[in-house]
């Protein structure tokens, strides 16, 4: 059983930037799993923003190209989601997923809200 820990949420205005940060109980990419980062508006599907692969392949949605970075320290378990130049659009709740040993597991989610 693996535990997310997410943080780093909260009210930012347009423009600004936040960073995310989600720490795993247990060795992830040491496993070659995978960790990365979804986003949930109310009566909306659970989306990928970006994903991490052990081997440091990425993942972005096209919607946050060019603006989110996702990273990860392998020592501490931990994955990191830098977000600028946010938008209004990208307020949502957050929620950090991983994937290992064929199993997966979800964070409980962080709020990000971006004032116009």
């Known amino acids: 059983q693996v535990q997310l820990v997410e943080s780093g949420g909260g009210l930012v205005q347009a423009g600004g930037s936040l960073r995310l940060s989600c720490a795993a109980s247990?060795?992830?990419?040491?496993?070659?799993?995978?960790m990365g980062w979804y986003r949930q508006g109310p009566g909306n599907e659970r989306d990928l923003v970006a994903r991490?692969?052990?081997?440091?392949?990425?993942k972005y949605a096209d919607s946050v190209k060019g603006r989110f970075i996702i990273s990860g320290d392998n020592a501490k378990n931990t994955v990191y989601l830098q977000m600028n130049s946010l938008k209004a659009e990208d307020t949502d709740v957050y929620y950090c997923?991983?994937?290992?040993?064929?199993?997966?597991?979800w964070g409980q989610g962080t709020q990000v809200t971006v004032s116009s």
């Open positions: 991490l692969r052990s081997d440091g392949t990425t």
């Open positions: 997923y991983a994937y290992v040993l064929n199993y997966g597991y």
């Open positions: 247990g060795s992830i990419f040491g496993y070659n799993g995978v």
